[in-house]
């Protein structure tokens, strides 16, 4: 019954902005970490950000830092990923994944995954 499903992505002009949401269910989301993650076509899946639930600390990749933000609403078991000043080299399938407590950067270490959602950044 645990599922992840995330929403948001779409078209984008570089420069814009997009927020992703990952809505959870079957589990209490104060228990968990989130994590994002994207895979680009001929690349490797990279962790993008991830918040740790014990004390809400937030990470990020070197490729996004300053430009993208995650967030979460426990009330509503949503955790969101703030993406602003896209460039084409964000465009890229993204996953919300989750673990127990705490971020991990390896996408290994994540039990559950959403369906994924297609973000293009082109003009």
């Known amino acids: 019954q645990v599922q992840l499903v995330e929403s948001g992505g779409g078209l984008v002009q570089p420069g814009g902005s997009l927020r992703l949401s990952c809505a959870v269910s079957g589990f209490t989301l104060d228990y968990y970490a989130i994590g994002w993650f994207r895979q680009a076509p001929g690349k490797e899946r990279e962790g993008v950000s991830c918040v740790s639930t014990n004390d809400g600390s937030t990470y990020y990749a070197d490729s996004v830092k300053g430009r993208f933000t995650i967030s979460r609403d426990n009330a509503k078991n949503t955790v969101y990923l703030q993406m602003n000043d896209l460039k084409p080299e964000d465009t890229a399938v993204y996953w919300c994944a989750s673990r127990r407590y705490y971020c991990?950067?390896?996408?290994?270490?994540?039990?559950?995954w959403g369906q994924g959602t297609q973000v293009t950044v082109s003009s």
């Open positions: 991990s950067g390896y996408g290994s270490r994540y039990e559950y």
